[in-house]
């Protein structure tokens, strides 16, 4: 059974324009492998080069493949 998932799909009109993923922390390898993947194949489903994943503390931009997935926290995100 595949558990991959993405939190949110933004929409923009009819075109999907953004993917959130919440995970309060980031820092075991295996849970950010996890919320990394689900951000990579619902980008290459739905046609996007970004994604966004909100946490609690840790901020990075890493690139995976074609896509650039972001790392933001929450009090920069809510700004």
């Known amino acids: 059974m595949d558990k991959k998932e ?4 933004i929409w ?3 075109e999907p324009a953004g993917l959130i993923n ?7 390898a295996s849970t950010k492998a996890r919320e990394v993947d ?3 194949r619902a980008m290459g489903h739905f046609g996007l080069d970004r994604g966004l994943i909100v946490t609690l503390n840790h901020s ?3 690139s995976v493949d074609e896509w650039m997935i972001e790392f933001l926290p929450y009090r ?3 700004l």
């Open 6 to 9: 993405v939190d949110f799909l």
């Open 60 to 62: 990075e931009i890493m």
């Open 22 to 28: 919440v995970c309060l922390d980031v820092s075991d």
């Open 38 to 40: 689900g951000l990579r």
């Open 76 to 78: 920069v995100w809510a």
């Open 12 to 14: 923009k009109g009819t």
